[in-house]
Structures are given as C-alpha cells and as structure tokens.
C-alpha cells in the first residue's frame, strides 16, 4: 500500500484522538460531596499524552457556580493518576447538578485536554456510592472518599477505542484501493 500525504494525516488524527488523558471520577455514578476532600481519577493512554494540566471546574447554572467556572487546582502531573483536594483548600463549591471537571494546558486554559462526564455535589453528610462498587486502580481511596467507577466507563473507553481502530483500518483500506 503507498501511503500518501491524506493517508498520513487521516492516521495521525486517529492516534491523536485516541491518545488522550480520560477522566475517570468523578462522573454520573461518583459525586463529590459538600465539605469534604475531593478525589478525582484519570487514566493515560499513551507518551503523547500532556505531561503536566491544570484542573477547573464548570457549572453552567450560576445559582451553583456564579463564575461558571473556578480552578481547583494548580499544575499537576499527569502519572499521578489521581488527586486530592483537601476541604480547606479554598474552593468553595455549592451543592449541585451539572459539574463538569476540566484538565487544561496550563498556559492556555482554553486548550482542553479531558472533561469529565457531569457529576453532582450532593450536600454535606449524603451519602458516596456503594461501597460495592470498584474503584479505579488510579484512585487512592480514603475515608473520607470512596469514590468508585464501574466497568462501564471502561467498557466505553474500550468501545470507543475499537470503533476508532476499525475505522482508521477501513480508511485506510479504502484509501488503498483508490
């Protein structure tokens, strides 16, 4: 097969979209609740992922966040896996609906290079989820969260990632019968 300019491109697209940091808690299943530590949870996918982000949180309803957004944290390194924020950490987030968690390019906050699946902040003294559920191998759980994924964020991720894998190969199969 002669690989052409389009057929290079078309494949350097594909890996880009599936080398991406993916954010793993919080999501629909796994809120934060008012007042305590925060963790969230991320896995990598590959060497192109950035190497260091910087994490903000955003609310489109301004009864809950008035900012729509705030920063939650400074620059973090992306092998970590996961994250904690401590309560006294000075981000004062209300209960609600509708958060969303961003990692950004540190020097250009509008270069997004994950967002989160939106979560809920329940109130003070809710409840986390079942204790049941599993907990991603990057979270460190704690007492005070236990937040936990289940196999269905992964079986997304791998979904997603076989569909984008199967139609990079039918591309460039096309391609070459051109």
């Known amino acids: 097969m002669q690989l052409t300019l389009f057929t290079l491109t078309i494949l350097s697209l594909v890996y880009t979209t599936l080398a991406k940091i993916t954010i793993t808690v919080p999501n629909s299943k796994n809120w934060w609740i008012d007042s305590d530590s925060q963790t969230f949870a991320w896995t990598t996918s590959s060497e192109s992922d950035p190497e260091q982000f910087i994490t903000i949180i955003k609310n489109d309803d301004e009864d809950v966040?008035?900012?729509?957004?705030?920063?939650?944290?400074?620059?973090?390194?992306?092998?970590?896996?996961?994250?904690?924020?401590?309560s006294n950490a000075g981000v004062n987030l209300s209960p609600g609906k509708g958060y969303v968690l961003v990692f950004a390019d540190p020097t250009d906050q509008n270069k997004e290079f994950a967002k989160s699946e939106e979560f809920e902040i329940k109130p003070e003294g809710s409840a986390y989820p079942d204790a049941s559920a599993t907990v991603p191998a990057s979270a460190s759980p704690s007492a005070s969260s236990n937040n936990a994924s289940t196999d269905?964020?992964?079986?997304?991720?791998?979904?997603?990632?076989?569909?984008a894998l199967t139609a990079a190969l039918a591309m460039s199969a096309a391609l070459s019968i051109l």
């Open 152 to 163: 269905d964020d992964d079986s997304n991720a791998s979904t997603a990632t076989i569909s």
């Open 65 to 86: 966040l008035p900012s729509k957004q705030a920063a939650v944290t400074g620059i973090i390194e992306s092998d970590r896996g996961s994250y904690q924020i401590d």
